[in-house]
């Protein structure tokens, strides 16, 4: 994902968002629980959706990067 945003989530983010929300992917969970979303959430100062978006996105983009089926739960993460 661009350092920017993506227009999916209706908000350029700014360089410390990305870097909060790719520590969080990558340290973290790819798939994270309400309340971990709800967190990282207040950290970036965006809105829950806008979170939960941006992981599907990132999760999406990995999978492809990794060659793994496009579907959720198809393989272990």
Known sequence: MSANGN??????????QVKVLEENFTKVSKHPD????????????LS????????RMRNAQWRKAE???AELGSVKD
């Open 48 to 55: 829950e959706e806008q979170t939960a978006v941006w992981f």
């Open 67 to 69: 060659g793994l089926p």
């Open 34 to 45: 309400e309340t971990t979303l709800m967190l990282i959430a207040a950290e970036c100062g």
């Open 7 to 16: 227009a999916a989530l209706g908000v350029r983010l700014t360089e410390d």
